[in-house]
């Protein structure tokens, strides 16, 4: 990258760079240049694109509904502050226009 690059962007980017902080960030910008050339360098056209780095899979078990026994649910809406039937009642927290 170049000094006239480097203001350029710095101006277009809206971010203020002095003048003893150009050369430095010349150096560090074209560190990283370098290094982005050196990963561009293997073909990895023949490779599958990937979503993780290891072959793990989804090894959750399927959601199966259950009837809670009614023992439990009494248990629950006793707790309750209020409820009626099988819900509990709370105050209501959005207006509705």
Not at 6 to 33: C, G, H, P, Q
């Amino acid at each position: 990258m170049l000094k006239e690059e480097l203001e350029t962007t710095s101006f277009l980017a809206r971010i203020a760079v002095k003048d003893e902080e150009k050369e430095k960030y010349l150096k560090d910008l074209n560190y990283m240049f370098q290094y982005i050339e050196v990963l561009q360098e293997p073909d990895v056209s023949k490779l599958l694109p990937t979503t993780h780095v290891t072959e793990l899979r989804n090894v959750w078990r399927d959601d199966v509904v259950k009837q809670c026994p009614k023992d439990v649910q009494e248990r629950m809406f006793k707790g309750a502050p209020d409820a009626e039937g099988h819900f509990y009642k709370i105050k209501k927290v959005i207006e509705a226009e």
